[in-house]
Each structure stands twice: as C-alpha cells, then as structure tokens.
C-alpha cells in the first residue's frame, strides 16, 4: 500500500523548529480523515486501515486513533491477537487527551520469513480508569515469501541482482522468484532440498516466476540465478 506521509493534524503544526518528533506526528494521507466515531461510551477507538494483506517477510502499519467523546484524561492503549511468531510495537503507548480531541498512536507488525502466515484478527483498546474501549483490525499473512529481483536496466549487472544471503522458512512455505528485468533472462538454481529451474528454455522472462514449495526441511539449501557466472547465493534452511 502506498502511504503519504504528511507532518501535521490534530492540533500540530505544519512546519516545526522541534528536533524531536513523536508516532503521532506522522499521519498517513489515505487515513487522515477515518477517525472513530463518538457513541455512548465516553471514548471511541478504531485502527486505519481496519484490514490489510501481505506475505512473510512484511511489515504492515496502522494508525490507532483515540476520540475522547465531551470528556478528557489519559487513555492506555493495547493491541492484541497477534501470532507469536509476528513482532508488534505502539508507539506510543499512552495518549492524554482533551475533551473532544483526538489522539494517534502508531501500531507496527513485523512478520519475519519464518513466521507463522495466516489471518490474525486484533483487538485494539484504550483503557481509561480501568475500563477499557475496543477497535479493531485484521492482517492476512499468505504462506509464502516472495522476491523481485533484476530491475529494469540492469542486465548482467550482478551488483543489482539482490539475492539475500539467507532465508529461513518453515515447512508448508511456498517461495515466489519473479523477475522484474526486462532485458535479460534468468535460470533459478535449486539445490540441498530446493528444486532446479529446468535449463531447457530460456528461462525467466519479465514477469515470469519460479516457484518453489518447501515440501519437507531443509538444512542448507540453496538458490540463485543460473544464468551468472558469480551470482548471489541464498542459503536456505526450513524447519517443521
């Protein structure tokens, strides 16, 4: 998703002297108007964007709005229901808030390559004088890492063709190699448990992928592009 970050809201500048900032400086442009809405209860709590997508290896952002309805004071904010697999922060973690002010707080899910994928549904809250206000939020983590590799221009150029020089993976994983180069074609190599591009073709072309499901574990396989003499190699390992 592409954010626009825009410096200003809710009562701060546009243009500061400060040389510090804070998460609720920064609001996305695309959620700058989702603010919860006030019912009965005297704080209204909602995340944007309320659902998101990705796949392992991610990290995704929400922003945790906070509205004190006609009344004021500090509110501790919470985010559950993540996988224990997945690293999450709030920045920040408190918010003191005026009458009929809103509040922002900067919810961050890191989702490493060996995580657990799937659909995790999180309650997000804001206690105030131990009582505690719900929102919510979803991230759907598809089971698979994937890669784009060799962008437009580069060619042979080896120092723009990123492999990372590991990869760990559970068992149940899928890896997706697309290329993005439009001037060269690409062999993937497959070995120590990892499939082989067949050599027969030319191999990859723009847009085309090689994809690679982990089957079983793997202690040390690797993967990299067949067509260089000295490519990146990708030293993969997957556990149950």
Not at 5 to 31: M, N, Q, Y
Not at 124 to 142: K, Q
């Amino acid at each position: 998703m592409k954010h626009r970050i825009l410096r200003a809201a809710f009562g701060l500048a546009a243009c500061s002297t400060a040389t510090s900032a804070f998460a609720a400086d920064f609001i996305f442009g695309e959620d700058f108007e989702g603010v919860p809405a006030c019912a009965a209860d005297p704080f209204a709590v909602g995340a944007t964007p309320s659902a998101q997508a990705g796949s392992l290896g991610t990290q995704h952002r929400y922003l945790v709005k906070v509205r004190s309805c006609a009344t004021s004071g500090i509110v501790t904010l919470g985010v559950s229901g993540a996988p224990a697999s997945w690293t999450t922060t709030l920045d920040p973690t408190s918010l003191a808030l005026a009458s009929g002010s809103v509040g922002v707080a900067l919810f961050n899910v890191a989702v490493p390559t060996n995580a657990d994928a799937g659909l995790a549904s999180f309650d997000v809250s804001a206690t105030n004088s131990a009582t505690a206000y719900h929102g919510s939020a979803t991230l759907d983590i598809a089971n698979e890492w994937i890669l784009h590799f060799a962008p437009d221009g580069t060619g042979s150029d080896l120092s723009r063709h990123i492999f990372p020089p590991t990869l760990s993976l559970k068992v149940g994983a899928k890896i997706r190699l697309i290329s993005d180069d439009t001037t060269d074609h690409h062999i993937i190599h497959g070995d120590g448990g990892l499939p082989h591009q067949s050599v027969g073709g030319l191999g990859l072309g723009a847009g085309e992928e090689f994809d690679m499901m982990i089957n079983s574990p793997i202690a040390a396989g690797h993967i990299y592009c067949h067509s260089h003499a000295y490519p990146p190699i990708t030293t993969v390992t997957a556990v149950p």
